[in-house]
């Protein structure tokens, strides 16, 4: 190796960022507050209909589900009634759940890039300081529902929304997701994101296993790692590579968000049989994914169904 190449990685080391990916595989000596090394979420929990056929999926299938990404079409296609019994429903059930919000890059008039195929590839980072209000102001709108927690792909909003939370400005148990639109696949990202004060990280679909232990060993926030992604992200079906991912990268969040493209399946006017049916698909993947690893990893333990250090939904 060369010299150069040592200095970079020595200073890298320096900062807390690992000079190389974790090619060694080493166990994460990490966990959730219960002890618990994997738990499972899952995406496009698009309306109050679908996240009470979750529900009942996963009733039926024993399975516990500890956290919902939803709305990805964006909340602001709910009314606030609609917002409400979502989150009367996971807060009777004990699961977190977090928000995917309007207004974002593509919904504005000026936002022609964001339709292109390159200009997809600048990011999903809002455009001006108008873009960013509206933005906020739908989370404002998911917390007057009862939702704490947030999806957040762009780093400045997050610095606003750090310090809204720090000044009280939003409640002080709200939880940031960095989304795996923000594009971030390395511990130096990881290392930035926990320090502007995200609550857990979804990397890119395809992250190698020397890296996410790379990134587990430079944070300790969980990592929202895709067991099953849709066709238009890559479409991997990582299930047999899921003890390994718990084992280097605890704690870990399976993601589930199986599908064509997130474009077809959570466009607003999808009919809710639809949404119904495919987040039943998503608790039986959820299952499957429960018999693996009590196959091939009983050792990683998983939490029960709602575990206390979870942000549920508040309703008064």
Known sequence: MSETLTQIRNFMESMG???????????SPKSFPDGAHWRIEVAGVERASTMEAM????????????RAVAT?????YCDKAELRDMARMAEEAGIE?????????????GSKEAATPEGVMQG????????????IADILRNIEAGFRGFLVYDEGVLTILEKMRADGMIPPETIFKYSVFGGQCSAAGAKLLESLGA???????DVSLPILSSIRR??????????????????????????????VGAPVYFKIEPGTSEADIYKPWAFEEFHEKLIREKVKIAEILG???????????????????????VVS
């Not at 009733?59 to 516990?64: G, L, P, S, T, Y």
């Open 55 to 66: 529900l009942k999926e996963a009733e039926r299938r024993k399975v516990a589900i500890h």
């Open 97 to 109: 759940v977090v928000m995917v919000v309007g207004h974002r890059k593509g919904w504005d008039a």
């Open 291 to 313: 018999e693996l690893m009590e196959t091939h990893a009983p050792q990683l333990k998983s939490s029960p169904q709602g575990p206390a250090d979870l942000v549920l939904p």
């Open 218 to 247: 430079a944070v300790d926030l969980p990592l929202d790692v895709y067991v099953i992604i849709v066709d238009a992200f890559g479409g991997m079906f990582r299930a047999y590579e899921a003890p390994e991912i718990a084992r």
């Open 17 to 27: 960022i690992p000079g190389r990916d974790g090619y060694d595989l080493a166990d």
């Open 72 to 76: 990805v079409g964006g909340s602001t």
């Open 199 to 205: 609550s857990s990280l979804n990397p890119l679909s």
């Open 124 to 135: 999903m980072r809002l455009r001006g300081s108008d873009n960013i209000s509206y933005h």
